[in-house]
């Protein structure tokens, strides 16, 4: 196995260079390595060319590894994915972007019938080697239409893994890890930490990444292995299970709020990390679930029934979810439904109390 | 009580809705003589680098090669050898004789389903000789043809068709959804015109390598409604895929006769110019024609001069598939009025008509073809029909869902071999 920087292995790699690198950053930093060590890589989608990205993801990777490895898509996801299909079944290995996770929808029937689907019913004769990396994800005044979090979608179809990352220093390392993969991943980047650590409360000035430890990039390649969570903390008085954004929110209340708690770090949500999962909330014995998604078949309820199944005589109290209102992702009233500190923190009182 | 609105507008004249009407239904009589049937060799043949617009005429018309006298015309003769000419003979024969098998086989409960290819067998058999054996087929669920005329093993259809424990595909599958890479034959999706951008995916792909290989795909005209053949066709266009589209247009998808994909309106071959892609439209029962034409558009993505959309212009003479009778939808009357003939019957004449064959050996040929599929049948079988028990072990039914197993997969895997211990203990 490659190199590998987890909490688990601190590896030779703590000797490489450290940048001090924003999550924009760090996943240019992962495609640029990524094109240059395999020549299968090919990057496209709309505007990821001449210009970079909306959000800068590809910036200069056109011009140095030019125009037929980076590229400009017309608007059409379901063109973009079913491309990436008969790329992968050709042997390259595609990394489409798709704007923002709210346009994925076009591409479904490409993603949940065709990529999810290649390898078993060829029995193994194609696959889709291809990772989709999409934005997703509000708190930036993006409407229902570039703020949504539709990871339960995919977590649901067999054959598709989902990644999250949380910092820098792992969004380069899971994508990495993510373009290696011979199966096809979703790789949704929470935009609202993009270039900052976010605790939730959007009335105080926005942390730049540049201070944060997990914004300490190492230079050069480095992968994180998919199916493997990050202790974010460690605590005794609950588990909190959280992904992309939240992490931060989660961390940042049981600060303030002197819980001790132990906040994981699920980082891919399938294939989850369960042993870390049960390990945790036997410890604790309380556990909160916490995503920005909507509530109902959310994927805090399979985390919910998991803990449940696998956990239920060593809690304490019945497992909370915090999450997003079953509503569309209000433009004005954006902050009412964001899952900030009240309702982490009234959750884990709760708990607590319970 | 009208609303203002209503009021202003009670003056205008009412809009009424179109629901396409198919000319014939079960018990009509059928005359088809409003379908223009072109002359044979009065086609011009513009260069394969032309430029897309040239080929309008052509998205119009009907390429015919084979006139009434069974004799080739024009310039859309490929001039091919007599003995190209009778494998193509075959291997048409050899579709049709495989496909009759096939379908009594599902009739008797041997499998679950079959589709047969019937009086269509040119658009896949002709347009397949006309191709390299390397370049990549992104077929639909009807291209039996392709299979066949790659020579890929008759056994290996029918372990498929029987979801046995000797399909490689693992009894995943519905019957008829082969794959093999071997045989540069991309695996088929039940969902409709997926594979269109997908051929153009790996269309792309080649011509990033610098590679010499082109990508053809072939859906049916109900499917070209789908987002994907659109998505597929602007993505062939920006960036000049080496591909080629074939629409076969066998007038009916299931009971939804082509007007409800838009043939009142205009050819399916003509959407190709408003995309900047070379269009044909030929007589997909000609398999000279379908020879020329795929042979074109192969010349002319290889050449890198881009893609092309071609109209087979054929007709469904059997039901969609196993699962539906056609005789409630339409006029049995059609198959036997169609007048552009059977492909099959159309390549016998004209070899007879040269001087190349015979009713005689025609007649041994089909004697010759039953024997090889019942042999082959028979030989499937002794790896098992659909639901008698001789699938592939339990545990195979977690595997390829991902490359390795995870967790929630092995538990499963666990449950289900768990559940059959009880049910068959032993």
Same mark, same amino acid.
């Given at each position: 196995m490659a190199s590998v920087i987890g909490d688990e292995e601190p590896v030779s790699l703590s000797e490489a260079p450290v940048r001090s690198l924003n999550m924009i950053e760090a996943i240019n930093d992962a495609l640029d390595i990524m094109l240059e060590r395999d020549p299968d890589v090919i990057v496209m989608g709309e505007d990821v060319g001449y210009f970079g990205g909306v959000f800068r993801a590809t910036a200069h990777l056109q011009e140095k590894h030019g125009k037929t490895r980076v590229f400009d898509t017309p608007i059409s996801e379901c063109g973009i994915i079913g491309v990436a299909v008969g790329m992968g079944a050709y042997g390259l290995r595609p990394v489409p972007e798709i704007q923002f996770a709210d346009y994925i929808y076009p591409g479904l029937d490409q993603l949940i019938s065709e990529a999810a689907r290649l390898r078993y019913r060829s029995a193994g004769e194609f696959i889709a080697p291809m990772t989709v990396r999409s934005p997703f994800g509000g708190g930036i005044f993006g409407g229902q239409t570039h703020s949504q979090s539709p990871e339960a979608i995919f977590t649901h179809v067999s054959g598709l893994k989902t990644v999250v990352p949380s910092t820098p220093h792992d969004a380069k390392g899971l994508l990495i890890a993510a373009i290696e993969d011979n199966d096809p991943v979703i790789f949704f980047e929470p935009k609202r930490i993009y270039n900052g650590p976010f605790?939730?409360?959007?009335d105080k000035p926005t942390k730049p990444w540049k201070d944060h430890p997990d914004a300490k990039v190492p230079e050069g390649y480095y992968s994180i292995p998919l199916g493997k969570a990050r202790v974010v903390r460690e605590g005794q008085a609950l588990t909190v299970l959280a992904y992309g954004t939240m992490v931060h929110v989660a961390e940042a209340v049981c600060r303030e709020k002197g819980v001790d708690a132990e906040i994981l770090d699920l980082r891919t949500l399938v294939p989850l990390d369960i042993e870390a999962v049960e390990k945790s909330v036997e410890k604790t014995g309380r556990c909160l679930v916490i995503h920005e998604a909507t509530r109902t078949s959310g994927f805090g309820a399979e985390l919910a029934a998991l803990v449940q199944e696998r956990c239920f005589y060593h809690l304490e109290a019945p497992v909370e979810r915090v999450t997003g209102f079953d509503t569309p992702y209000p433009h004005s009233l954006e902050w009412a439904y964001f899952p900030g500190p009240i309702r982490t923190g009234e959750a884990i009182d709760k708990l607590l109390g319970a | 009580m009208a609303r203002e609105g209503e009021r202003g507008r009670y003056n205008r004249p009412r809009l009424s809705l179109h629901v396409p009407e198919p000319q014939f239904r079960p018990g009509d009589t059928v005359d088809f003589s409003n379908i223009p049937v072109s002359e044979a060799g009065a086609q011009a043949r513009p260069d394969e680098a032309c430029q897309p617009i040239e080929t309008t005429a052509l998205c119009y018309d009907l390429v015919r090669v084979l006139g009434d006298d069974h004799r080739a015309h024009g310039p859309w003769d490929p001039r091919l050898a007599p003995d190209e000419l009778r494998q193509m003979l075959r291997d048409m024969a050899l579709v049709r004789a495989f496909d009759e098998r096939m379908y009594r086989g599902q009739r008797q409960g041997k499998t679950s389903f079959y589709m047969k290819c019937t009086g269509e067998e040119a658009t896949s058999v002709a347009a397949v000789h006309a191709l390299a054996s390397d370049d990549m087929v992104f077929p639909s669920y009807r291209q039996q043809g392709i299979l066949i005329a790659r020579g890929y093993p008759l056994i290996e259809m029918i372990n498929q068709i029987y979801s046995n424990r000797g399909d490689k595909l693992k009894g995943r599958q519905l019957p008829i959804m082969y794959s093999s890479r071997a045989h540069s034959f991309f695996t088929i999706s039940g %969902?409709? !015109?997926?594979?269109v951008p997908q051929a153009v995916g790996w269309a792309m792909a080649s011509a990033i390598r610098h590679d010499s290989r082109i990508a053809a795909t072939w859906l049916g005209e109900g499917s070209t409604a789908e987002g994907d053949f659109h998505s597929g066709m602007t993505f062939a266009a920006v960036y000049n895929a080496p591909v080629i589209f074939n629409v076969? %247009? %066998?007038?009916? !998808?299931i009971s939804s006769f082509s007007g409800f994909a838009g043939s009142e309106r205009t050819t399916? @071959? !003509?959407? @190709?110019i408003g995309y900047g892609i070379a269009g044909l439209r030929v007589d997909g029962n000609d398999p000279l024609a379908v020879y020329a034409a795929v042979r074109w558009a192969a010349d002319r993505a290889r050449s890198n001069n881009g893609p092309t959309l071609i109209e087979h212009f054929t007709y469904r003479a059997e039901g969609h598939s196993t699962s539906d009778d056609p005789s409630a939808y339409r006029s049995a009357r059609e198959r036997e009025e169609w007048p552009l003939g059977d492909p099959i019957m159309r390549l016998k004449q004209h070899l007879i008509a040269i001087g190349e064959w015979s009713d005689e050996q025609h007649r041994e040929m089909d004697l010759a073809l039953a024997e090889e599929v019942k042999a082959a049948t028979k030989e499937a079988e002794k790896n098992g029909i659909l639901g008698h028990g001789m699938h592939h072990p339990f545990h195979t039914m977690f595997e390829d869902v991902f490359e390795e197993l995870p967790w929630h997969l092995e538990e499963q895997a666990d449950q289900a071999i768990r559940e059959r211990q009880i049910k068959w203990p032993q």
């Open positions: 605790d939730g409360y959007y | %969902n409709l !015109a997926t594979q076969v %247009n %066998n007038q009916w !998808a399916f @071959a !003509a959407r @190709a």
